[in-house]
């Protein structure tokens, strides 16, 4: 998390004087939609540790600004309810799915479904999450939100999935927790975050098996090339991979005909020593050249932030941890301010370097320090 940002600030904005930036434009197209700036909102699991009902919240502020929403597949909302309440504010306000692509292919098709049916305009498969990353501060915290059932909404509100943990509790034996104190916070947790009535669901198997079943299945490790090559008939909507910090994996990426990628280190949260996102994006987008689209998270903060993105060849920028900033201080209006704020100094930062239009700006903007 560190070297995104340090990384970032071995960039800098050389200004141009005496041109003429009293018109500025901000606007780029994504997969066949113009979109006011090049940035998203990119997607975070277990939101609602920020502010109950998150996943909607974001969703809101999202469709008032206009930009997209990648939904995140460790929601604590259901895709559908984000999109109700989107359209509700703008209707046919843009919105991508996020897959984590798990053991059960069944559960893969459900879930793409109900992106379409959402009228998602691209899924995002996350390619660096196959494994949880070893994250000293969750462990000394113990911070274990999908095992309390949060972040798993997705799932609960699926019908796949939904068979799959009757399946379980018709075949195996229901073991019977250790009763200690974490054990009944967990379970009131449980509860609490399961679908249906919290006293149902006390005395019910559901939720507990819900939650294993999700730990079990939710992620596979095997993820292949060979596997991608199939999803193009498994879905008509664009397929952007994220997760891609090499220069040959995002050619191969283009070889295999995909719609764009996400330059992303999860925010920092994987791999401890990992590659900086701005550094991997200097040597991938020339690799890819216009191929496909190109966007990059991590440790992008500002509007400075954005522009040295476009400037080193990225389409768009997606903002995650800002959001959720604005999310857990004021709901809905922090999470649209603190990207509002984002979009609104990138237009004067590009009006300041001397430029007018973002799909104009190339390195020649920057220097390394």
């Not at 019908?159 to 229901?174: G, K, M, W």
């Not at 939650?211 to 879905?235: C, H, K, M, N």
């Not at 509007?303 to 040295?308: A, L, Q, T």
Request: proline residues 5%; charged residues 20%; contains cysteine.
């Amino acid at each position: 998390m560190t070297a995104n940002r340090q990384a970032l600030d071995r960039w800098a904005i050389v200004p141009r004087i005496l041109r003429d930036v009293s018109a500025r434009n901000l606007e780029v197209d994504l997969f066949g939609r113009r979109i006011p700036a090049p940035v998203l909102f990119a997607p975070v699991g277990a939101g609602s540790l920020a502010a109950p009902g998150a996943d909607r919240l974001i969703g809101h502020a999202a469709a008032e600004l206009g930009v997209p929403y990648i939904f995140s597949n460790q929601a604590s909302v259901p895709m559908e309810t984000v999109a109700a309440e989107m359209d509700g504010v703008t209707p046919g306000a843009p919105r991508w799915f996020q897959l984590y692509w798990s053991t059960d292919d069944d559960l893969v098709d459900s879930l793409l479904a109900r992106a379409a049916a959402v009228s998602a305009d691209a899924v995002v498969v996350t390619l660096d999450t196959t494994m949880l990353g070893w994250r000293p501060q969750d462990l000394n915290l113990g911070s274990l939100p999908f095992a309390r059932g949060e972040g798993i909404a997705q799932y609960t509100s699926d019908r796949r999935f939904v068979d799959i943990v009757a399946d379980r509790l018709r075949t195996a034996a229901e073991e019977r927790p250790e009763i200690s104190l974490g054990a009944i916070a967990t379970l009131v947790s449980i509860t609490r975050n399961a679908p249906g009535r919290f006293l149902s669901n006390l005395t019910s198997a559901q939720p507990r098996a819900a939650v294993q079943t999700f730990l079990d299945i939710y992620s596979r490790p095997s993820l292949s090339w060979d596997d991608l090559a199939g999803l193009r008939e498994r879905t008509s909507l664009p397929i952007v991979l994220k997760g891609v910090l090499h220069p040959d994996d995002a050619r191969r990426a283009v070889d295999a005909g995909v719609d764009g990628i996400i330059v992303s280190n999860h925010g920092g949260r994987q791999i401890d020593g990992a590659i900086s996102t701005i550094d991997a994006l200097d040597e991938i987008a020339p690799a890819v050249d216009g191929r496909i689209k190109v966007l990059i998270d991590s440790g992008i903060y500002t509007g400075s932030d954005v522009f040295k993105a476009l400037a080193l060849g990225a389409d768009a920028a997606c903002i995650g941890r800002p959001h959720m900033y604005g999310l857990a201080l004021a709901g809905a209006e922090g999470a649209r301010d603190a990207v509002a704020d984002i979009i609104a100094e990138l237009d004067l930062t590009l009006g300041l370097a001397g430029h007018t239009d973002v799909t104009a700006l190339d390195r020649e903007a920057l220097r390394r320090v």
